[in-house]
């Protein structure tokens, strides 16, 4: 039974911040790595970032690059998103996915488990 929860959602004025946590529990495999994905009303899911197992690599969509920071604690088995210089066009809800095995990639098909989301909105 794997559980995949995230948290830390919320509202904040564009241009604030916000720490998006996830952590997955009773995985299979040891190794796995972690992604965030989103999705706005009436838009596709999109990946927005995503980190191999070892925290050594990491992946940005082109719209969140330099603003989005993932990072992971494996002892907690737990992932974070720190969003800075948040925009009204980051408002969406936020996924936390897990796939098998060290390397990542935005795609959401390779992700196997996934959370429920956490709902982020930015005003303007």
């Known amino acids: 039974q794997v559980q995949v929860v995230e948290s830390g959602g919320g509202l904040v004025q564009a241009g604030g911040s916000l720490r998006l946590s996830c952590t997955a529990s009773?995985?299979?495999?040891?190794?796995?790595?972690m992604g965030w994905f989103r999705q706005a009303p009436g838009k596709e899911r999109e990946g927005v970032s995503c980190v191999t197992w070892s925290g050594a690599s990491t992946i940005y969509a082109d719209s969140v690059k330099g603003r989005f920071t993932i990072s992971r604690d494996n002892m907690k088995n737990t992932v974070y998103l720190q969003m800075d210089s948040l925009k009204a066009d980051d408002t969406a809800m936020y996924y936390c996915?897990?796939?098998?095995?060290?390397?990542?990639?935005?795609?959401?098909?390779?992700?196997?488990?996934w959370g429920q989301g956490t709902q982020v909105t930015v005003s303007s």
């Open positions: 996915a897990a796939a098998h095995g060290s390397s990542c990639a935005l795609l959401e098909l390779a992700y196997r488990h």
């Open positions: 009773r995985l299979t495999f040891d190794v796995y790595a």
